[in-house]
Protein backbone atom coordinates (compact mmCIF):
# COMPACT_ATOMS: atom_id res chain seq x y z
CA UNK A 1 0.00 0.00 0.00
CA UNK A 2 1.41 3.26 -1.07
CA UNK A 3 1.44 6.35 1.76
CA UNK A 4 -1.50 8.23 -0.16
CA UNK A 5 -3.74 5.26 -0.50
CA UNK A 6 -3.86 3.78 3.02
CA UNK A 7 -7.72 2.99 3.42
CA UNK A 8 -7.35 3.46 6.81
CA UNK A 9 -5.34 6.84 6.79
CA UNK A 10 -8.55 8.86 6.94
CA UNK A 11 -10.41 6.84 9.64
CA UNK A 12 -8.00 7.48 12.59
CA UNK A 13 -10.00 10.41 13.65
CA UNK A 14 -13.67 8.66 13.28
CA UNK A 15 -15.38 5.40 14.36
CA UNK A 16 -15.81 3.13 11.31
CA UNK A 17 -17.07 -0.20 13.09
CA UNK A 18 -19.58 -1.87 15.38
CA UNK A 19 -18.88 -1.56 18.88
CA UNK A 20 -17.29 -4.94 20.78
CA UNK A 21 -18.83 -8.31 21.98
CA UNK A 22 -16.86 -11.10 23.56
CA UNK A 23 -17.77 -13.92 26.66
CA UNK A 24 -16.91 -13.50 30.25
CA UNK A 25 -13.21 -14.09 31.32
CA UNK A 26 -11.93 -17.66 32.57
CA UNK A 27 -10.59 -18.20 35.84
CA UNK A 28 -7.73 -20.51 35.85
CA UNK A 29 -6.78 -23.62 37.84
CA UNK A 30 -4.06 -24.18 40.12
CA UNK A 31 -2.04 -26.29 41.83
CA UNK A 32 0.13 -26.18 44.40
CA UNK A 33 2.90 -24.50 44.29
CA UNK A 34 6.52 -25.66 44.45
CA UNK A 35 8.69 -24.31 48.03
CA UNK A 36 9.36 -20.36 47.48
CA UNK A 37 13.65 -20.84 48.10
CA UNK A 38 15.84 -19.26 46.77
CA UNK A 39 16.74 -21.81 44.58
CA UNK A 40 13.49 -21.94 42.56
CA UNK A 41 13.89 -21.29 39.30
CA UNK A 42 12.11 -18.34 39.83
CA UNK A 43 14.65 -16.57 42.16
CA UNK A 44 13.06 -13.84 43.86
CA UNK A 45 10.18 -13.44 42.14
CA UNK A 46 8.60 -15.97 44.26
CA UNK A 47 6.85 -19.40 43.53
CA UNK A 48 6.27 -22.03 40.79
CA UNK A 49 2.27 -22.18 40.02
CA UNK A 50 0.95 -24.78 37.86
CA UNK A 51 -2.21 -24.11 36.01
CA UNK A 52 -3.80 -25.67 33.08
CA UNK A 53 -1.92 -24.70 29.92
CA UNK A 54 1.11 -22.77 32.00
CA UNK A 55 3.08 -22.44 35.15
CA UNK A 56 4.22 -18.99 36.07
CA UNK A 57 6.48 -17.43 38.96
CA UNK A 58 4.62 -15.82 41.04
CA UNK A 59 4.36 -14.41 45.14
CA UNK A 60 2.58 -17.49 46.12
CA UNK A 61 -0.77 -15.29 45.84
CA UNK A 62 -3.36 -16.04 43.43
CA UNK A 63 -4.30 -11.89 42.87
CA UNK A 64 -1.50 -10.41 41.62
CA UNK A 65 -3.23 -7.24 42.49
CA UNK A 66 -2.40 -7.86 46.13
CA UNK A 67 1.29 -7.59 45.22
CA UNK A 68 2.16 -4.01 46.66
CA UNK A 69 4.34 -1.76 44.62
CA UNK A 70 6.96 -1.97 47.18
CA UNK A 71 7.51 -5.83 47.08
CA UNK A 72 7.48 -5.98 43.19
CA UNK A 73 10.37 -3.60 43.06
CA UNK A 74 12.34 -5.26 45.70
CA UNK A 75 12.19 -8.43 43.75
CA UNK A 76 12.72 -6.65 40.68
CA UNK A 77 15.38 -4.69 42.57
CA UNK A 78 17.48 -8.24 44.04
CA UNK A 79 17.54 -9.24 40.33
CA UNK A 80 19.79 -6.35 39.82
CA UNK A 81 17.77 -4.38 37.95
CA UNK A 82 17.06 -0.38 37.90
CA UNK A 83 13.67 -0.35 39.15
CA UNK A 84 12.04 2.75 41.25
CA UNK A 85 8.93 3.73 41.87
CA UNK A 86 7.46 7.22 40.56
CA UNK A 87 4.30 9.37 40.87
CA UNK A 88 0.99 9.50 38.22
CA UNK A 89 -0.63 11.67 39.35
CA UNK A 90 -4.22 12.20 37.46
CA UNK A 91 -3.72 8.86 35.69
CA UNK A 92 -5.55 6.39 37.86
CA UNK A 93 -2.30 5.06 40.23
CA UNK A 94 -1.10 6.76 42.44
CA UNK A 95 2.54 5.40 41.67
CA UNK A 96 3.75 3.47 39.16
CA UNK A 97 7.13 1.16 38.69
CA UNK A 98 9.74 1.95 36.26
CA UNK A 99 12.12 -0.65 34.99
CA UNK A 100 15.32 0.02 32.93
CA UNK A 101 18.64 -1.97 32.81
CA UNK A 102 21.25 -1.18 34.65
CA UNK A 103 24.21 0.78 34.00
CA UNK A 104 22.79 1.13 30.01
CA UNK A 105 21.62 4.40 28.19
CA UNK A 106 19.70 4.12 24.62
CA UNK A 107 20.70 6.52 22.14
CA UNK A 108 18.67 6.78 18.77
CA UNK A 109 19.38 9.16 15.89
CA UNK A 110 17.43 10.44 12.78
CA UNK A 111 20.55 8.59 10.45
CA UNK A 112 24.11 6.62 10.66
CA UNK A 113 26.22 9.99 10.55
CA UNK A 114 24.01 11.43 13.30
CA UNK A 115 23.93 8.49 15.37
CA UNK A 116 27.58 8.58 15.67
CA UNK A 117 27.61 11.99 16.30
CA UNK A 118 24.95 11.82 19.19
CA UNK A 119 27.19 8.91 20.66
CA UNK A 120 30.23 11.07 21.12
CA UNK A 121 28.28 14.23 22.40
CA UNK A 122 26.05 12.12 24.97
CA UNK A 123 29.42 10.61 26.00
CA UNK A 124 31.01 14.16 26.56
CA UNK A 125 27.94 15.04 28.40
CA UNK A 126 28.26 12.49 31.34
CA UNK A 127 32.10 12.86 31.26
CA UNK A 128 33.69 9.90 31.05
CA UNK A 129 31.04 8.08 32.51
CA UNK A 130 30.24 5.89 29.19
CA UNK A 131 32.82 3.07 29.11
CA UNK A 132 31.34 0.82 26.25
CA UNK A 133 29.30 1.16 22.83
CA UNK A 134 27.00 -1.15 21.08
CA UNK A 135 25.73 -0.47 17.93
CA UNK A 136 21.92 -2.07 17.49
CA UNK A 137 21.59 -0.58 13.99
CA UNK A 138 22.31 2.38 12.18
CA UNK A 139 19.86 4.64 13.72
CA UNK A 140 20.20 3.10 17.48
CA UNK A 141 23.01 2.19 20.17
CA UNK A 142 23.06 1.53 23.45
CA UNK A 143 25.40 3.00 25.77
CA UNK A 144 27.34 0.73 28.91
CA UNK A 145 27.34 3.25 31.76
CA UNK A 146 29.97 2.87 34.91
CA UNK A 147 28.25 0.96 37.46
CA UNK A 148 25.89 2.57 40.30
CA UNK A 149 25.12 5.82 38.06
CA UNK A 150 21.52 5.11 37.37
CA UNK A 151 19.08 6.76 40.02
CA UNK A 152 15.71 8.48 40.27
CA UNK A 153 17.22 11.41 40.22
CA UNK A 154 19.45 10.63 37.22
CA UNK A 155 16.65 9.94 34.78
CA UNK A 156 14.28 13.20 36.49
CA UNK A 157 17.22 15.47 36.08
CA UNK A 158 19.86 14.15 33.93
CA UNK A 159 18.21 12.72 30.83
CA UNK A 160 16.36 15.72 29.86
CA UNK A 161 19.66 17.19 29.16
CA UNK A 162 20.78 14.32 27.44
CA UNK A 163 18.59 15.21 24.21
CA UNK A 164 19.81 16.87 20.43
CA UNK A 165 18.90 17.69 17.25
CA UNK A 166 18.69 14.79 15.82
CA UNK A 167 18.91 12.44 18.13
CA UNK A 168 16.98 11.04 21.76
CA UNK A 169 18.79 9.17 25.05
CA UNK A 170 16.79 7.62 27.37
CA UNK A 171 16.76 4.17 29.89
CA UNK A 172 17.17 0.98 28.30
CA UNK A 173 13.39 0.26 29.65
CA UNK A 174 12.35 -3.62 30.65
CA UNK A 175 9.26 -4.87 30.16
CA UNK A 176 7.80 -8.37 30.41
CA UNK A 177 6.44 -9.50 27.19
CA UNK A 178 3.36 -10.11 27.73
CA UNK A 179 1.82 -6.17 28.93
CA UNK A 180 -0.96 -7.81 32.08
CA UNK A 181 0.15 -6.16 35.25
CA UNK A 182 3.10 -5.22 34.83
CA UNK A 183 5.52 -7.53 36.40
CA UNK A 184 2.68 -9.55 37.73
CA UNK A 185 1.76 -12.59 36.19
CA UNK A 186 -1.87 -13.03 35.52
CA UNK A 187 -4.42 -13.97 32.88
CA UNK A 188 -3.57 -17.62 32.31
CA UNK A 189 -4.45 -18.84 28.59
CA UNK A 190 -6.93 -22.06 28.88
CA UNK A 191 -7.94 -24.91 26.34
CA UNK A 192 -10.24 -23.91 23.43
CA UNK A 193 -11.49 -25.54 20.34
CA UNK A 194 -10.20 -24.59 17.13
CA UNK A 195 -12.07 -21.55 15.93
CA UNK A 196 -13.15 -20.87 12.43
CA UNK A 197 -10.96 -18.94 10.47
CA UNK A 198 -11.80 -15.28 8.80
CA UNK A 199 -11.31 -13.89 5.44
CA UNK A 200 -9.58 -11.39 2.97
CA UNK A 201 -6.22 -9.55 3.91
CA UNK A 202 -3.77 -8.34 1.78
CA UNK A 203 -0.42 -6.45 2.27
CA UNK A 204 1.62 -7.35 5.23
CA UNK A 205 1.60 -7.23 9.20
CA UNK A 206 5.07 -7.45 11.55
CA UNK A 207 4.20 -8.35 14.46
CA UNK A 208 7.22 -7.97 17.17
CA UNK A 209 6.63 -10.29 20.04
CA UNK A 210 8.40 -13.09 22.22
CA UNK A 211 9.99 -15.25 20.08
CA UNK A 212 8.69 -18.98 18.40
CA UNK A 213 10.09 -22.11 19.47
CA UNK A 214 11.71 -24.35 16.99
CA UNK A 215 8.19 -25.78 15.76
CA UNK A 216 6.38 -23.97 12.97
CA UNK A 217 3.83 -21.81 13.34
CA UNK A 218 1.40 -22.50 10.29
CA UNK A 219 0.83 -19.52 7.76
CA UNK A 220 3.26 -17.43 9.92
CA UNK A 221 7.05 -16.52 8.83
CA UNK A 222 9.26 -16.50 11.85
CA UNK A 223 12.23 -14.51 12.23
CA UNK A 224 14.85 -13.62 15.12
CA UNK A 225 15.76 -16.02 18.22
CA UNK A 226 13.73 -19.17 18.78
CA UNK A 227 13.52 -19.88 22.63
CA UNK A 228 12.53 -23.12 24.69
CA UNK A 229 9.16 -22.96 26.23
CA UNK A 230 9.15 -25.48 28.82
CA UNK A 231 12.69 -24.74 30.15
CA UNK A 232 12.30 -27.05 33.67
CA UNK A 233 11.00 -29.64 31.38
CA UNK A 234 7.46 -30.43 33.48
CA UNK A 235 5.75 -30.49 30.44
CA UNK A 236 3.63 -26.82 30.96
CA UNK A 237 5.04 -23.62 28.86
CA UNK A 238 6.59 -21.86 31.28
CA UNK A 239 4.90 -18.14 32.21
CA UNK A 240 4.08 -16.07 29.20
CA UNK A 241 5.85 -17.77 26.31
CA UNK A 242 4.07 -17.94 23.32
CA UNK A 243 2.53 -14.58 23.31
CA UNK A 244 4.33 -13.73 20.43
CA UNK A 245 2.81 -16.83 18.43
CA UNK A 246 -0.81 -16.30 19.61
CA UNK A 247 -0.86 -13.06 18.62
CA UNK A 248 0.61 -13.46 15.43
CA UNK A 249 -1.58 -16.60 14.87
CA UNK A 250 -4.94 -14.78 15.65
CA UNK A 251 -3.90 -11.53 12.98
CA UNK A 252 -3.06 -14.37 10.73
CA UNK A 253 -6.53 -16.69 11.16
CA UNK A 254 -8.55 -13.07 11.11
CA UNK A 255 -6.99 -11.76 7.92
CA UNK A 256 -5.93 -15.23 5.75
CA UNK A 257 -4.54 -13.26 3.01
CA UNK A 258 -2.27 -11.38 4.78
CA UNK A 259 1.55 -12.31 4.92
CA UNK A 260 2.12 -11.83 8.99
CA UNK A 261 6.04 -12.06 9.93
CA UNK A 262 6.98 -12.60 13.80
CA UNK A 263 9.98 -11.24 14.51
CA UNK A 264 10.88 -12.59 17.83
CA UNK A 265 12.67 -10.27 20.52
CA UNK A 266 15.55 -11.44 21.82
CA UNK A 267 15.60 -11.04 25.68
CA UNK A 268 17.32 -12.38 28.83
CA UNK A 269 17.53 -10.11 30.89
CA UNK A 270 16.91 -11.84 34.22
CA UNK A 271 20.14 -13.34 35.08
CA UNK A 272 19.12 -14.98 38.67
CA UNK A 273 16.01 -15.94 37.20
CA UNK A 274 16.13 -18.30 34.51
CA UNK A 275 12.58 -19.20 33.78
CA UNK A 276 11.70 -15.25 33.23
CA UNK A 277 15.15 -14.70 31.23
CA UNK A 278 13.56 -15.39 27.70
CA UNK A 279 10.35 -13.62 28.45
CA UNK A 280 11.63 -9.99 29.48
CA UNK A 281 13.06 -7.54 27.29
CA UNK A 282 14.26 -4.25 26.86
CA UNK A 283 13.66 -1.32 23.91
CA UNK A 284 17.13 -1.75 22.38
CA UNK A 285 15.56 -5.36 22.28
CA UNK A 286 12.71 -4.17 20.57
CA UNK A 287 14.14 -1.66 18.32
CA UNK A 288 16.84 -4.44 17.13
CA UNK A 289 14.20 -6.69 15.89
CA UNK A 290 12.43 -3.92 14.28
CA UNK A 291 15.35 -3.30 12.35
CA UNK A 292 15.91 -6.83 11.31
CA UNK A 293 12.28 -7.43 10.81
CA UNK A 294 12.25 -4.28 7.65
CA UNK A 295 16.00 -4.90 6.79
CA UNK A 296 17.41 -1.76 7.65
CA UNK A 297 20.26 -0.21 6.32
CA UNK A 298 21.78 3.14 6.36
CA UNK A 299 20.44 3.74 3.41
CA UNK A 300 16.43 2.28 3.61
CA UNK A 301 14.74 -0.59 4.30
CA UNK A 302 14.89 -3.94 2.19
CA UNK A 303 10.95 -5.13 3.54
CA UNK A 304 8.13 -2.83 4.14
CA UNK A 305 5.19 -3.72 6.33
CA UNK A 306 2.22 -2.09 6.02
CA UNK A 307 0.64 -2.67 9.31
CA UNK A 308 3.46 -2.83 12.66
CA UNK A 309 1.62 -5.09 15.93
CA UNK A 310 3.47 -3.85 18.83
CA UNK A 311 1.18 -5.98 21.67
CA UNK A 312 3.98 -4.93 24.19
CA UNK A 313 4.93 -1.87 26.06
CA UNK A 314 5.19 -0.20 29.61
CA UNK A 315 3.95 2.12 31.70
CA UNK A 316 5.24 5.80 32.33
CA UNK A 317 4.54 9.34 33.70
CA UNK A 318 3.93 12.73 32.50
CA UNK A 319 7.36 13.67 31.99
CA UNK A 320 9.34 10.68 32.97
CA UNK A 321 9.50 7.09 31.78
CA UNK A 322 8.34 8.13 28.20
CA UNK A 323 10.49 6.15 26.46
CA UNK A 324 12.04 8.94 24.01
CA UNK A 325 14.51 7.00 22.50
CA UNK A 326 11.91 4.41 20.98
CA UNK A 327 9.46 7.06 20.14
CA UNK A 328 12.07 8.39 17.92
CA UNK A 329 13.36 5.37 16.39
CA UNK A 330 9.35 4.35 15.26
CA UNK A 331 9.10 7.88 13.93
CA UNK A 332 12.46 7.33 11.93
CA UNK A 333 12.18 3.79 10.76
CA UNK A 334 8.38 4.51 9.21
CA UNK A 335 9.84 7.89 7.80
CA UNK A 336 12.58 6.15 6.33
CA UNK A 337 10.35 3.32 5.21
CA UNK A 338 7.83 5.69 3.14
CA UNK A 339 10.97 7.37 1.45
CA UNK A 340 12.64 4.60 0.29
CA UNK A 341 9.59 2.45 -0.40
CA UNK A 342 6.59 4.56 -0.33
CA UNK A 343 5.30 2.28 2.36
CA UNK A 344 4.71 4.29 5.54
CA UNK A 345 3.70 1.53 8.41
CA UNK A 346 0.45 2.16 10.87
CA UNK A 347 1.50 1.33 14.38
CA UNK A 348 -0.96 -0.72 16.39
CA UNK A 349 0.14 -0.47 20.28
CA UNK A 350 -1.56 -1.97 23.04
CA UNK A 351 -3.03 0.64 25.00
CA UNK A 352 -2.32 -1.99 28.27
CA UNK A 353 -3.68 -3.55 31.15
CA UNK A 354 -3.35 -1.36 34.48
CA UNK A 355 -7.20 -0.82 34.07
CA UNK A 356 -7.13 3.16 34.28
CA UNK A 357 -5.84 5.98 32.40
CA UNK A 358 -2.42 4.99 32.97
CA UNK A 359 0.07 6.14 29.71
CA UNK A 360 1.20 2.54 28.62
CA UNK A 361 4.45 3.17 25.93
CA UNK A 362 4.97 2.77 23.29
CA UNK A 363 1.24 3.56 22.68
CA UNK A 364 1.10 6.83 24.81
CA UNK A 365 3.60 8.73 22.56
CA UNK A 366 -0.30 9.48 21.24
CA UNK A 367 -0.82 11.50 24.35
CA UNK A 368 -0.41 15.03 24.22
CA UNK A 369 -0.43 16.27 27.91
CA UNK A 370 2.38 13.25 28.85
CA UNK A 371 4.39 14.70 25.40
CA UNK A 372 4.38 18.07 26.05
CA UNK A 373 5.26 17.53 29.54
CA UNK A 374 7.98 15.59 28.32
CA UNK A 375 8.93 18.00 26.00
CA UNK A 376 8.88 20.98 28.49
CA UNK A 377 11.11 19.51 30.71
CA UNK A 378 13.63 18.96 27.58
CA UNK A 379 12.95 22.96 26.75
CA UNK A 380 14.36 23.63 30.56
CA UNK A 381 17.74 22.50 30.27
CA UNK A 382 18.17 21.99 26.54
CA UNK A 383 18.73 24.42 23.30
CA UNK A 384 16.00 26.36 21.80
CA UNK A 385 14.10 23.67 18.95
CA UNK A 386 15.52 20.30 20.97
CA UNK A 387 11.64 20.05 23.19
CA UNK A 388 10.23 20.63 19.92
CA UNK A 389 11.64 17.65 18.22
CA UNK A 390 9.84 16.38 20.61
CA UNK A 391 6.46 17.73 19.56
CA UNK A 392 7.57 17.04 16.21
CA UNK A 393 6.98 13.16 16.88
CA UNK A 394 4.26 12.96 18.70
CA UNK A 395 2.22 14.47 16.34
CA UNK A 396 3.61 12.02 13.63
CA UNK A 397 2.70 9.05 15.67
CA UNK A 398 -0.44 10.46 16.76
CA UNK A 399 -1.29 10.44 13.08
CA UNK A 400 0.02 7.17 12.12
CA UNK A 401 -0.11 4.72 15.44
CA UNK A 402 -3.37 3.36 16.65
CA UNK A 403 -3.57 2.97 20.65
CA UNK A 404 -5.80 -0.36 20.94
CA UNK A 405 -7.91 -0.54 24.46
CA UNK A 406 -10.21 -3.52 25.05
CA UNK A 407 -13.64 -3.65 24.95
CA UNK A 408 -16.94 -6.02 25.44
CA UNK A 409 -20.28 -5.07 23.95
CA UNK A 410 -20.92 -1.56 25.44
CA UNK A 411 -17.97 -0.73 27.57
CA UNK A 412 -14.68 -1.39 28.39
CA UNK A 413 -12.95 -4.13 29.84
CA UNK A 414 -11.93 -4.02 33.52
CA UNK A 415 -8.35 -4.41 32.88
CA UNK A 416 -7.98 -2.46 29.55
CA UNK A 417 -6.65 0.69 30.12
CA UNK A 418 -7.92 3.94 28.78
CA UNK A 419 -8.05 7.90 27.91
CA UNK A 420 -8.58 9.90 25.11
CA UNK A 421 -5.07 8.40 23.69
CA UNK A 422 -6.55 5.68 23.22
CA UNK A 423 -8.28 5.79 19.60
CA UNK A 424 -9.18 1.99 18.79
CA UNK A 425 -11.17 -0.75 20.99
CA UNK A 426 -11.63 -4.03 19.60
CA UNK A 427 -12.72 -7.31 21.72
CA UNK A 428 -9.50 -8.58 23.76
CA UNK A 429 -11.72 -10.56 26.20
CA UNK A 430 -11.78 -14.63 25.95
CA UNK A 431 -9.50 -14.28 22.53
CA UNK A 432 -9.02 -17.38 20.57
CA UNK A 433 -5.61 -18.14 18.79
CA UNK A 434 -2.50 -21.38 18.26
CA UNK A 435 -1.32 -21.53 21.53
CA UNK A 436 2.08 -23.73 21.37
CA UNK A 437 0.58 -26.49 24.12
CA UNK A 438 0.85 -29.50 24.78
CA UNK A 439 -1.12 -30.32 26.91
CA UNK A 440 -4.10 -28.75 24.85
CA UNK A 441 -5.00 -31.28 22.58
CA UNK A 442 -6.22 -28.80 19.70
CA UNK A 443 -3.24 -26.24 20.22
CA UNK A 444 -5.59 -23.64 20.99
CA UNK A 445 -6.01 -21.57 23.79
CA UNK A 446 -8.11 -18.56 25.04
CA UNK A 447 -6.37 -15.72 26.25
CA UNK A 448 -7.57 -11.95 27.45
CA UNK A 449 -5.76 -8.64 27.33
CA UNK A 450 -5.09 -5.57 25.31
CA UNK A 451 -2.42 -7.79 23.43
CA UNK A 452 -4.95 -9.51 21.71
CA UNK A 453 -7.56 -6.62 21.02
CA UNK A 454 -4.18 -5.29 19.36
CA UNK A 455 -3.91 -8.14 17.06
CA UNK A 456 -7.77 -7.65 16.38
CA UNK A 457 -7.13 -4.18 15.13
CA UNK A 458 -4.59 -4.91 12.85
CA UNK A 459 -6.29 -7.86 11.21
CA UNK A 460 -8.63 -5.02 10.51
CA UNK A 461 -6.64 -2.61 9.48
CA UNK A 462 -4.99 -4.96 7.07
CA UNK A 463 -8.19 -5.89 5.13
CA UNK A 464 -9.22 -8.71 7.48
CA UNK A 465 -13.52 -9.49 6.63
CA UNK A 466 -16.34 -9.97 9.29
CA UNK A 467 -14.20 -8.00 12.29
CA UNK A 468 -17.36 -6.49 13.31
CA UNK A 469 -15.67 -5.52 17.08
CA UNK A 470 -13.39 -2.92 16.02
CA UNK A 471 -13.95 0.65 16.77
CA UNK A 472 -11.48 3.71 15.60
CA UNK A 473 -11.26 7.14 16.57
CA UNK A 474 -10.21 9.50 18.45
CA UNK A 475 -11.34 9.38 22.29
CA UNK A 476 -13.33 6.03 21.83
CA UNK A 477 -11.03 4.54 24.52
CA UNK A 478 -12.38 6.87 27.06
CA UNK A 479 -12.34 6.12 30.64
Known amino acids: MSTTSHPWRALLAAAVILAACATTIAVPATSTPTTAAASSPCGPLGWIRGYELNDRCNYG ?93 FLRQVIP ?6 FSTDLNYLEPALPNYAFRPAGNPLPADKPVSGQGGSGSVLVVDS ?68 MVFSDADVIAALGAGFGLSATGVAQPFDVVNLSLGGAGCAGIASRLALGRFLRDLADLSASTTGIRPVYVAAAGNDGGNVKHFPAAWRDGPTMEAAALAVDLVSPPGVGD ?30 GMWVNAVAAGRNT ?48
Not at 69 to 94: E, V
Not at 121 to 144: H, K, M, Q, W
Not at 246 to 270: E, N
Open 61 to 153: LLDPTLITDLGLLNALSQLGLFATLTPCLGQGLSTAAVVAMPDELLVTASSAQRLGEAVAEVSGRLDGSVIGVTTLNPLAATLSLRPRILSEA
Open 161 to 166: TLQGRG
Open 211 to 278: PADAAATPGVTTIGPRTDYDVDGNGLVDEDHGHGVYVASLVKRLAPGTRVVLAGVDGGHLGASERWSP
Open 389 to 418: EIRAIHDELRAGMLAVGSRTGGGRDSFSNC
Open 432 to 479: VSRYPSPPSSTGFARWSGTSFATARVSAAVAGGQGITDVMVGNGVGHC
